[in-house]
């Protein structure tokens, strides 16, 4: 593959991120600008000099995860007060008749993670979270329990109807940007992947010929906007890439060689390949307008990144149409599970694995992917009797297998064994009521606030739950202890972690210095004192 040659005819992407970076000055918001600035300062405080390979996944759970059943109290009071508060959707304990049952964790300090001391006895997972168990206990995975959006600590039950909290709470769109921004008291301006890619770019992928760091394998997300426009994100499907339409399967109507860009004897004489000479043309001018030279830089940027990420998922190709040298992997993770492993998600994950096996070809020593699992909004039946592939019980069985099939590649020989240099963290809306909404069958949950998310991979301090697990006891139980939001008694926890503090920890192991966590996050020092954010029992990643 020759696509650094043949850019030699065609300015560089980090040319036209120079040139386009200069035009989002002009055009955006004086707000931006400073934030602008104070990025870039960050950036000249860090003084770590770039090192290996590192990429977070994001594994964004759409439609609010009921996570009162994937991270459960499997004995002690709190197991009490879970049976008592769940009804319909309780999941049974080593309960002979029950088809179902919760899969014990050996979960360690879990004095750690407890809100009351003694309140918790040992802790469990969803019946359908075999492999996920399998790593937490081998110290792969770990839980950080209820985190949500806050904008400022010390909300209680006694203070909820005058404390401050981010607007627009139960709000499926707002809460989905207020978690990917992580600034719930500000309009949205930028995502904190975005704000992390624009200020780790210039230091760990400094050549001129590297793919953007921030690639969504589910569309456009808030998390990986950037404040500047100069990470400016990839999007893909799990179908892989998605080209200029016009000019055949992967430009094989336009060009003699798709792997090479810009190039002008590589173009055909056939109508589709002038067409596309006179477009890339177009893209390669330079314009006095900085509107103009912006509008350029997009269409420029997603052309040479594609030509990348093509060349990058090459080697981990099929000798099969369709198929890939990962699929064993996933195939192996779903076996005998009745679902099926070619889904959208699953496929999702595939495509990150490969792009990680192909990171050579990227240009790239750090990392961010956006993924996408949806289908969690499970308002009725959400476990329906029988059914391992529908309701939350399909939803976990899905998860469980496709994180075991991508933890599985990322430790094999075709990845190159980067399990310590990947870290995969879930995140979601919220979690739901933890009362059902229903006393028969077609029960389900509704929307609430904090919720429990899942980190994995090879520098996660595993088996173990970090942050502080909610008291589940309802709103009008008169304990002064417990933590529901509102006296509905629906249990609407109130998040004991804020977004902020879960999201620095995971930026920092990616390489964001101390100096500029305030940037990044701007709300933190509200919760934690800098650089002391892994207090209150937050030290879920190792080094």
Known sequence: MNILTSRKNGPSRRQFLVQTGCASMGITSLVNTIAHLK?????????????????LVCVFLNGGNDSNNMLLPFSGTARTDYEAGRGMLTIPVNNATASLNALQLNATNIADCDPLGG???????????????TMFDEGDAAFVANVGTLTYPGVTRANYNTAPKPPQLYSHSDQQVQWQSSIPDKPFTSGWGGRIADLLDPLHNPSSGNASMSISISGVNSFQVSPTGVVAPYVMTSGGL?????YGTNYTSAVTDPSILFQA?????AEAGRRLQAFENILNMSHASLMENAYNGVAMNARLTEGMVGTALVPTTGTTAGTTTLDTYFNNAFAGTGLNVNNDFTNQMK???????GRAALGNTRQIFFVQHGGYDTHIAQIPAGSNTAGHTGLMNYLNCTLKGFADAIKGPEVGNQWDNVTSFTASDFTRTFTANKTDATAGSDHAWGGHTLVMGGSVNGARVYGKFPVLKLGNSGDPNT?????????????STPVDQYAAVLGRWLGVSDSSLSAIFPNLNRFVTIPNIISGNMNFMGA
């Open 265 to 269: 004897a590589n173009y055909k004489t």
């Open 483 to 495: 933590i529901d939001a509102t006296s509905a008694n629906r249990g609407l926890w109130i998040p």
């Open 39 to 55: 990025l870039m300062q960050g950036a000249l405080n860090a003084q770590a000099p770039p090192s290996g390979y590192r990429a």
């Open 242 to 246: 998605v080209s200029l339409s016009g």
């Open 119 to 133: 309140y918790l006895g040992t802790l469990g997972v969803h019946p359908k979270f075999n492999h996920i168990k």
């Open 351 to 357: 495509l990150v694995a490969r792009l990680i096996a």
